[in-house]
């Protein structure tokens, strides 16, 4: 009933940039939050980025100055653009969205940083 695609992954080497896009459809009324996790092999799903539909954001502290989270919200979507990336941020990233207080997950996106 709600639908998050996702874009812009890809490989990257390190010092580039990438923008990730999140376009959430279907039951969407009361869109709230919207944001970014990532999970690299071995490790559990960690928050990079959120914004509420005020435009507050937050960020990991590992991300902070190098990302950028913002939405769009006529279009119900969200972006992270990613800037200077470290071989560290090789991880699945997931579009996350907060709809009366549930959660709904995207189906994640590789981004590989070579050094």
């Known amino acids: 009933q709600v639908r998050l695609v996702e874009s812009g992954g890809g490989l990257v080497q390190a010092g580039g940039s990438r923008r990730l896009s999140c376009v959430a459809s279907g039951s969407i009324f009361g869109l709230n939050v919207m944001g970014w996790y990532r999970q690299a092999p071995g490790k559990q799903r960690e928050l990079v980025a959120d914004i509420t539909s005020g435009g507050l954001t937050n960020y990991l502290d590992s991300v902070k100055d190098r990302f950028t989270i913002s939405r769009d919200n006529a279009e119900n979507t969200v972006y992270l653009q990613m800037n200077n990336l470290k071989p560290e941020d090789t991880a699945v990233y997931y579009c996350?969205?907060?709809?009366?207080?549930?959660?709904?997950w995207g189906q994640g996106i590789q981004v590989i940083v070579s050094s």
């Open positions: 996350s969205v907060v709809i009366a207080l549930r959660d709904y």
